[in-house]
């Protein structure tokens, strides 16, 4: 029933703490300019836009895409904006892939940013609601309990988190986009830098920046004719849970195991540790690439760290996570979700450069958001569905 | 295309301000009963969307709370717009038409009362060299207007018609706010607010919620005696800037009308979410709606205004004339942004 | 002209202020009135039972109105918690303090607050506490009525007894 759906065309800005080289119609039409030249298209060939972005009180623009509208070739086109608090990015892929699916359009630009240095996120992410306590320091302040509790089911060693942060600063330093980039940086310089949120370290934390996304989705006949391989979308799901309820197990949230076991039965996969060549996952603080593995099913309960242990996620690994530096190392909220399903996508176009995966042909796009309750996932693959 | 319908509808009574309640507790009620009227279980329902504005609400991530009137529970696909809930009906219809589910629930709430509604939505502009004058969002409508006028495209008595008629049309409906018979000659004599509007041009500022289940193919025929299908739907954006496109025509509304098949048959009634009377005008123009065309039986936004439920009101309301038998065909429009900048229009059919 | 001209323009500051008339709606309100003398106040989901404080007054799993009134004591269990070292403007106290989920006893989730006479190194999952009130001629509808939760002399609570509510 369902028209197949290809990425044809990916394009990304480079990340920076601060980009003040460009507005935020610079910064979005940077990522969608080159996601237009990858797939060598016009502005006017594209059918629909599909814009993702976090919270409007970030940049205080609220419903950012009118403004925006020309300046992403939408004039007489239609405009979609997603917001489904940090996995918007993922969510934002998976609706502009619906609109391919559907067989509505056939070239869907989807775009995702964050202009963070335009915006003071840590205020908008907790501000004083009258009534309530203040308590919640940002997401670290939220996110830090949780983690305290993996470590207490799992029985985790302390340095599991420093073990993947370190992986993906390293792994950053093959990506030419990534923000944050430490040519320098050793398991001490983590395990000495301050504690933010114990146990939450600076260096284990992602970093806030300005950056954007983008991604042209094609039908088949446009696939057909596209210059580069395509990226098919083998399965897209998403899965939602409330924020807090009676029982809620928000360090190994069912929404996200749910979410994945629906994705692979879609995508026709049994044994995803084995049957992926790599996933691109959304850790914002380094602990959660160890509960996620657990999450996505590529290790038992509990035992997720041993994966970093073993050095399964590292490039060379069975399977490695976050090739790219991941959200470690670049952190444009709203774009962060798109940047993981870009990603994921480049790595079966063999686009991914110096971090690519060698002979990646399947490959997992996760994002997640909220209190770990929103959950957006894709697979793509080398291969036509 | 999957046949898709409309099976259900329900909607808070608009207020002009609710202090009791907060925005679940507005929801919770609408949403069981469009769940209710849709015979669909919770357990069975294949997608989610609702739509919602952090703005309205003065807090990042306000559609959160939305998902508690929903339950949750077992973990459900679900997403979000920051938009009015008729875009989070096309993000709906678009997830059926795919295949991946054959129903879902949409809803939109929002508590315009909390804050200066006009001038929260001067934030929707160039936050460089726009939203810095603050240009609220009845001032640009007024620029507008006054375009209107002064080429001739419509007149201050024809505007004072629509507002008459609609609030007379809500007499009927326990759910509007304005309602009431107004006499053309007084509106006219009233001063103007912000030239050349009166007050009652302008939508009011209201409180409320809604939410409709979708349906498609036998589901909804078992839903429902007469679904309202999804015959057409489209929409369309244009340009932000107020001095690159034409005020005095709704391109984007005709465009999307367009493509949603409008003209393909005798349009009964029409729901046009027109937040100001000569706005109203120009929508009823850009659909090519003829004097035989019932225009918002339900009075439409001039009678009650939930910013972002009210354009899927527009959709819930052309629904109910089809669910009733009161028309056999019916299109129903949301707009979004400053002076109509974003339409969305949809053609219902009972069969 | 001057050299300041040429210089392009890199950013502009423009401030935003918007004030907004916020209700806690009817079952926050209960819970800040019950508060303000003093008492935690829950309610019940009529599906399963569970007690959910402060009530939202909606059973977030089941989407239905939560019922009732069920009085709390003040005296419950930290499940997790974190040591947060960073200052942020929003914050009601300076770090480093200990932000904690505690469970009140009798109640079926946790909600965020602070434990305080307890150095962070000796914060521990399972810890016993109780609240400690400001001064009562002070106590307005808030949580803040609550300086923090501190510990009390009890054994900590078995993880079996609080695992579910990590």
């Given at each position: 029933?369902?028209?197949?759906?290809?990425?044809?065309?990916?394009?990304?800005?480079?990340?920076?703490?601060?980009?003040?080289?460009?507005?935020?119609?610079?910064?979005?039409?940077?990522?969608?300019?080159?996601?237009?030249?990858?797939?060598?298209?016009?502005?006017?060939?594209?059918?629909?836009?599909?814009?993702?972005?976090?919270?409007?009180?970030?940049?205080?623009?609220?419903?950012?895409?009118?403004?925006?509208?020309?300046?992403?070739?939408?004039?007489?086109?239609?405009?979609?904006?997603?917001?489904t608090a940090g996995s918007?990015?993922?969510?934002?892929?998976?609706?502009?892939?619906?609109?391919?699916?559907?067989?509505?359009?056939?070239?869907?630009?989807?775009?995702?940013?964050?202009?963070?240095?335009?915006?003071?996120?840590?205020?908008?992410l907790t501000i004083r609601m009258?009534f309530s306590v203040a308590v919640v320091a940002g997401a670290g302040g939220y996110f830090a309990p949780l983690i305290r509790a993996y470590i207490r089911r799992s029985g985790a060693p302390e340095?599991t988190g420093?073990?993947?942060?370190?992986?993906?600063?390293?792994?950053?330093?093959?990506?030419?986009?990534?923000?944050?980039?430490?040519?320098?940086?050793?398991?001490?310089?983590?395990?000495?830098?301050?504690m933010l949120w114990d146990p939450i370290?600076?260096?284990e934390t992602?970093?806030?920046?300005?950056?954007?996304?983008?991604?042209?989705?094609?039908?088949?006949?446009?696939?057909?004719?596209?210059?580069?391989?395509?990226?098919?979308?083998?399965?897209?799901?998403?899965r939602s849970e409330p924020t807090a309820f009676a029982g809620r197990d928000q360090v190994n949230p069912r929404a996200g195991r749910d979410c994945a076991a629906?994705?692979?039965?879609?995508?026709?996969?049994?044994?995803?540790?084995?049957?992926?060549?790599?996933?691109?996952?959304y850790v914002p603080f380094s602990w959660f690439e160890p509960m996620w593995m657990e999450n996505l099913g590529?290790a038992p309960e509990g035992q997720g760290w041993?994966?970093?242990?073993?050095?399964?996620?590292?490039?060379?690994?069975?399977?490695?996570?976050?090739?790219?530096?991941?959200?470690?190392?670049?952190?444009?909220?709203?774009?962060?979700?798109?940047?993981?399903?870009?990603?994921?996508?480049?790595?079966?176009?063999?686009?991914?450069?110096?971090?690519?995966?060698?002979?990646?042909?399947?490959?997992?796009?996760?994002?997640y958001g909220g209190g770990s309750q929103y959950f957006?996932?894709?697979?793509?693959?080398?291969?036509?569905? | 295309?999957?046949?898709?319908?409309?099976?259900?509808?329900?909607?808070?009574?608009?207020?002009?301000?609710?202090?009791?309640?907060n925005?679940v507790e507005?929801?919770m009620?609408?949403?069981?009963?469009?769940?209710?009227?849709?015979?669909?279980?919770k357990k069975?329902?294949?997608?989610?969307?609702?739509?919602?504005?952090?703005?309205?609400?003065?807090q990042s991530f306000a559609f959160v709370m939305g998902l508690d009137s929903v339950g949750a529970w077992p973990p459900m696909?679900e997403?979000?717009?920051?938009?009015?809930?008729?875009?989070?009906?096309?993000?709906?219809?678009?997830?059926?038409?795919?295949?991946?589910?054959?129903?879902?629930?949409?809803?939109?709430?929002?508590?315009?009362?909390?804050?200066?509604?006009?001038?929260?939505?001067?934030?929707?502009?160039?936050?460089?060299?726009?939203?810095?004058?603050?240009?609220?969002?009845?001032?640009?409508?007024?620029?507008?207007?006054?375009?209107?006028?002064?080429?001739?495209?419509?007149?201050?008595?024809?505007?004072?018609?629509?507002?008459?008629?609609?609030?007379?049309?809500?007499?009927?409906?326990?759910?509007?706010?304005?309602?009431?018979?107004?006499?053309?000659?007084?509106?006219?004599?009233?001063?103007?607010?912000?030239?050349?509007?009166?007050?009652?041009?302008?939508?009011?500022?209201?409180?409320?919620?809604?939410?409709?289940?979708?349906?498609?193919?036998?589901?909804?025929?078992?839903?429902?005696?007469?679904?309202?299908?999804?015959?057409?739907?489209?929409?369309?954006?244009?340009?932000?800037?107020?001095?690159?496109?034409?005020?005095?025509?709704?391109?984007?509304?005709?465009?999307?009308?367009?493509?949603?098949?409008?003209?393909?048959?005798?349009?009964?009634?029409?729901?046009?979410?027109?937040?100001?009377?000569?706005?109203?005008?120009?929508?009823?123009?850009?659909?090519?709606?003829?004097?035989?065309?019932?225009?918002?039986?339900?009075?439409?936004?001039?009678?009650?205004?939930?910013?972002?439920?009210?354009?899927?009101?527009?959709?819930?309301?052309?629904?109910?004339?089809?669910?009733?038998?009161?028309?056999?065909?019916?299109?129903?429009?949301?707009?979004?942004?400053?002076?109509?900048?974003?339409?969305?229009?949809?053609?219902?059919?009972?069969? | 002209?001057?050299?300041?001209?040429?210089?392009?323009?890199?950013?502009?500051?423009?401030?935003?202020?918007?004030?907004?008339?916020?209700?806690a709606g009817q079952a926050s309100t209960r819970f800040l009135r019950g508060i303000?003398?003093g008492k935690l106040l829950g309610q019940r989901c009529p599906v399963d039972g569970k007690v959910y404080v402060p009530s939202r007054g909606a059973c977030p799993t089941h989407g239905v109105p939560t019922e009732g009134v069920v009085e709390l004591s003040d005296k419950g269990t930290v499940t997790t918690f974190c040591i947060v070292r960073i200052?942020s403007?929003n914050l009601s106290i300076?770090p480093p303090f200990i932000a904690a989920h505690i469970l009140l006893d009798g109640a079926d989730i946790t909600f965020f607050h602070v434990v305080g006479q307890c150095a962070p190194e000796d914060a521990r999952m399972g810890m016993r506490v109780q609240a400690s009130w400001i001064?009562?001629?002070?106590?307005?509808t808030s949580l803040m009525n609550i300086e923090y939760f501190q510990p009390i002399d009890e054994p900590d609570a078995d993880y079996d007894a609080y695992k579910e509510h990590l």
């Amino acid at each position: 029933m369902a028209e197949r759906c290809a990425v044809i065309g990916i394009g990304q800005t480079k990340h920076d703490v601060k980009r003040t080289d460009v507005s935020m119609v610079g910064l979005v039409r940077e990522a969608a300019e080159r996601a237009l030249a990858d797939a060598e298209l016009d502005w006017k060939d594209i059918d629909a836009v599909v814009l993702g972005k976090a919270p409007d009180m970030f940049e205080g623009v609220m419903m950012p895409e009118l403004f925006l509208a020309d300046a992403l070739g939408g004039a007489g086109k239609p405009m979609l904006r997603v917001h489904t608090a940090g996995s918007v990015g993922g969510s934002t892929g998976i609706v502009a892939a619906s609109l391919v699916q559907a067989g509505i359009h056939q070239r869907v630009l989807t775009v995702a940013f964050e202009k963070q240095s335009e915006s003071n996120a840590m205020w908008a992410l907790t501000i004083r609601m009258p009534f309530s306590v203040a308590v919640v320091a940002g997401a670290g302040g939220y996110f830090a309990p949780l983690i305290r509790a993996y470590i207490r089911r799992s029985g985790a060693p302390e340095d599991t988190g420093i073990r993947v942060a370190l992986k993906d600063r390293r792994n950053a330093l093959k990506n030419p986009y990534a923000h944050l980039q430490f040519p320098d940086i050793s398991f001490e310089k983590i395990a000495e830098s301050p504690m933010l949120w114990d146990p939450i370290r600076y260096l284990e934390t992602c970093p806030s920046s300005d950056g954007a996304c983008a991604m042209v989705l094609a039908g088949e006949k446009a696939a057909a004719g596209a210059p580069g391989p395509p990226a098919w979308v083998h399965a897209t799901e998403m899965r939602s849970e409330p924020t807090a309820f009676a029982g809620r197990d928000q360090v190994n949230p069912r929404a996200g195991r749910d979410c994945a076991a629906a994705l692979y039965r879609k995508a026709g996969i049994s044994d995803p540790r084995r049957e992926l060549d790599m996933a691109e996952v959304y850790v914002p603080f380094s602990w959660f690439e160890p509960m996620w593995m657990e999450n996505l099913g590529f290790a038992p309960e509990g035992q997720g760290w041993k994966m970093v242990y073993e050095g399964a996620t590292a490039l060379d690994g069975d399977m490695p996570i976050n090739p790219s530096g991941g959200v470690l190392s670049s952190n444009p909220i709203g774009a962060s979700g798109l940047l993981r399903f870009a990603e994921a996508a480049m790595q079966v176009r063999g686009q991914a450069g110096e971090h690519q995966v060698e002979g990646a042909r399947k490959a997992l796009g996760h994002a997640y958001g909220g209190g770990s309750q929103y959950f957006s996932m894709w697979i793509v693959g080398s291969d036509r569905p | 295309m999957r046949d898709v319908a409309i099976v259900s509808f329900a909607q808070a009574r608009s207020r002009r301000r609710d202090l009791e309640h907060n925005e679940v507790e507005i929801l919770m009620p609408v949403v069981r009963e469009a769940m209710e009227h849709s015979g669909i279980e919770k357990k069975d329902l294949g997608f989610v969307c609702s739509g919602s504005s952090d703005y309205l609400a003065g807090q990042s991530f306000a559609f959160v709370m939305g998902l508690d009137s929903v339950g949750a529970w077992p973990p459900m696909c679900e997403s979000h717009v920051e938009m009015d809930g008729a875009w989070a009906l096309y993000e709906a219809w678009v997830k059926i038409q795919t295949g991946q589910a054959d129903s879902a629930l949409v809803y939109g709430f929002g508590k315009s009362s909390m804050g200066d509604l006009p001038e929260v939505l001067a934030l929707q502009l160039d936050p460089y060299v726009a939203t810095p004058l603050w240009p609220d969002a009845v001032s640009l409508a007024a620029l507008q207007a006054r375009l209107c006028l002064e080429q001739g495209v419509l007149t201050e008595r024809e505007m004072a018609e629509v507002a008459a008629r609609d609030r007379r049309h809500a007499l009927a409906n326990a759910n509007a706010q304005v309602k009431g018979e107004f006499d053309v000659e007084k509106l006219l004599a009233e001063p103007t607010w912000i030239s050349p509007l009166r007050r009652h041009d302008c939508a009011p500022i209201s409180d409320g919620a809604a939410a409709v289940v979708l349906a498609a193919g036998d589901l909804a025929r078992g839903a429902c005696e007469r679904p309202a299908w999804i015959a057409g739907i489209d929409h369309r954006v244009e340009p932000q800037d107020l001095g690159v496109r034409d005020l005095t025509r709704s391109v984007s509304t005709e465009l999307a009308g367009r493509n949603a098949g409008v003209g393909r048959g005798r349009v009964e009634v029409a729901e046009l979410y027109g937040p100001f009377t000569h706005q109203e005008i120009l929508l009823e123009r850009a659909l090519g709606l003829g004097d035989d065309v019932r225009v918002n039986p339900s009075g439409g936004a001039l009678a009650a205004n939930p910013v972002m439920a009210a354009g899927l009101i527009r959709l819930g309301e052309a629904a109910r004339c089809i669910h009733e038998g009161s028309a056999g065909r019916a299109v129903a429009h949301a707009t979004s942004g400053p002076c109509l900048q974003q339409n969305l229009v949809c053609v219902l059919e009972g069969r | 002209m001057s050299d300041a001209s040429s210089e392009p323009v890199r950013s502009i500051r423009t401030p935003i202020q918007l004030d907004y008339l916020y209700s806690a709606g009817q079952a926050s309100t209960r819970f800040l009135r019950g508060i303000a003398q003093g008492k935690l106040l829950g309610q019940r989901c009529p599906v399963d039972g569970k007690v959910y404080v402060p009530s939202r007054g909606a059973c977030p799993t089941h989407g239905v109105p939560t019922e009732g009134v069920v009085e709390l004591s003040d005296k419950g269990t930290v499940t997790t918690f974190c040591i947060v070292r960073i200052p942020s403007d929003n914050l009601s106290i300076d770090p480093p303090f200990i932000a904690a989920h505690i469970l009140l006893d009798g109640a079926d989730i946790t909600f965020f607050h602070v434990v305080g006479q307890c150095a962070p190194e000796d914060a521990r999952m399972g810890m016993r506490v109780q609240a400690s009130w400001i001064p009562r001629e002070k106590w307005t509808t808030s949580l803040m009525n609550i300086e923090y939760f501190q510990p009390i002399d009890e054994p900590d609570a078995d993880y079996d007894a609080y695992k579910e509510h990590l």
